[in-house]
């Protein structure tokens, strides 16, 4: 006798509802990012990134509720195989391409300074976000097509390979994984780690690069260097679940999608809490530049009035050399 296996229940109640406190939490920091979007604390961030941000946390949380779906029919872990990819794999890219383009923003900013530089705008910064995204899109739409034509694989469950014994029935139990080693599907997954490990790089790059900045609610290379390094160690244990452990379900279901959610969670707890606690301190934003001497002729030089797509002509102005840090 086959018995088909999915992740223990108490695991998917557990990690359902870690899901969930995540989802509240995002739409929390949504609804505070509009109510706020004309404060100075939030309109220097871009709202338009943060609702990026916030989306993508979200596809990363709902895709721990579509990989855990209870579910033995092939038809359905043919699904999951699938969307479940681009749930977080889109969510990711999206949260890790705005914070380079953010990043990218306050390097265009501060370095090498002069009068003739481009103001970037909005538009400029979506183009970085649609970017990254659309590149790593293209390499999850080819290994959803290679997925499309590779049957999932039927294997032995290696955390209990065999159950009760009688006198002339064995039961032995299996569980489903998306591709075996070798296919078409295993050879993207590779190619998207390879690529999401570049992102890493240039994320590495440009926190180095930015890391005097004295306005630190400009300046994320602190929380986005602490993002990739955990990012990377999180990755690596993804891959290493992704193309070893596959047969242990729920050894994979605790380390995977555990790092979806500690992703999602950390994303949006180093991006956002400094910004809501920024926001209770100074309502006003009159302490943004105190790090800058003179800050009051420089919060006055940097007001921006109400729509935050002016957001760069302002940033703009501290570009001139008696505005910017030494250093």
Same mark, same amino acid.
């Given at each position: 006798m086959i018995v088909v296996q999915g992740p223990h229940k108490a695991l998917v109640v557990v990690y359902y509802t870690l899901a969930v406190c995540g989802i509240i939490g995002s739409i929390i920091f949504l609804i505070l990012n509009f109510l706020y979007r004309n404060t100075k604390v939030i309109c220097l961030t871009t709202p338009l990134l943060s609702y990026i941000i916030i989306s993508g946390a979200l596809l990363m949380y709902l895709? %721990?509720?579509?990989? +855990?779906?209870?579910? /033995?029919?092939? $038809?359905?872990?043919?699904?999951?195989?699938? &969307?479940?990819?681009?749930?977080?794999? %889109?969510?990711?890219? +999206?949260?890790?391409? /705005?914070?380079? $383009?953010?990043?990218?923003?306050?390097?265009? &900013?501060?370095?090498?300074?002069?009068?003739?530089?481009?103001? +970037?705008?909005?538009?400029?910064?979506?183009?970085?976000?649609?970017?990254?995204?659309?590149?790593?899109?293209?390499l999850i739409l080819a290994r959803s097509v290679a997925q499309a034509l590779t049957d999932p694989d039927l294997v032995t469950n290696k955390e209990n390979p065999e159950g009760a014994t009688g006198s002339d029935i064995q039961k032995f139990n299996k569980v489903w994984q998306c591709y075996g080693s070798g296919s078409a599907p295993f050879y993207l997954d590779l190619v998207i780690f390879v690529y999401l490990g570049l992102l890493q790089v240039v994320g590495i790059i440009l926190a180095f690069q930015t890391r005097k900045v004295k306005i630190p609610i400009l300046n994320d290379s602190k929380s986005v260097t602490a993002l990739i390094y955990i990012s990377i160690i999180v990755l690596v244990v993804i891959v290493l679940i992704s193309f070893i452990l596959n047969e242990?379900?729920?050894?994979?279901?605790?380390?995977?999608?555990?790092?979806?959610?500690?992703?999602?969670?950390?994303?949006?707890?180093?991006?956002?809490?400094?910004?809501?606690?920024?926001?209770?301190?100074?309502?006003?934003?009159?302490?943004?530049?105190?790090?800058?001497?003179?800050?009051?002729?420089?919060?006055?030089?940097?007001?921006?009035?109400?729509?935050?797509?002016?957001?760069?002509?302002?940033?703009?102005?501290?570009?001139?050399?008696?505005?910017?840090?030494?250093?």
């Open positions: 895709s %721990v509720f579509l990989g +855990l779906l209870p579910s /033995t029919k092939k $038809a359905v872990i043919r699904m999951q195989c699938n &969307i479940h990819v681009w749930l977080y794999g %889109v969510g990711y890219l +999206l949260v890790y391409g /705005t914070l380079l $383009a953010k990043m990218w923003r306050v390097y265009q &900013i501060f370095h090498n300074p002069n009068s003739n530089k481009t103001i +970037l705008k909005t538009w400029h910064l979506m183009c970085v976000v649609f970017s990254v995204t659309g590149v790593g899109v293209l242990y379900v729920n050894v994979r279901a605790v380390m995977f999608y555990g790092g979806i959610l500690l992703l999602a969670t950390i994303f949006l707890a180093l991006i956002f809490i400094p910004k809501v606690i920024s926001l209770h301190r100074d309502p006003a934003g009159n302490e943004i530049f105190s790090d800058i001497d003179d800050p009051s002729k420089r919060a006055e030089k940097c007001e921006i009035k109400g729509n935050h797509n002016n957001m760069a002509v302002g940033l703009a102005e501290l570009t001139d050399s008696e505005m910017v840090p030494s250093g």
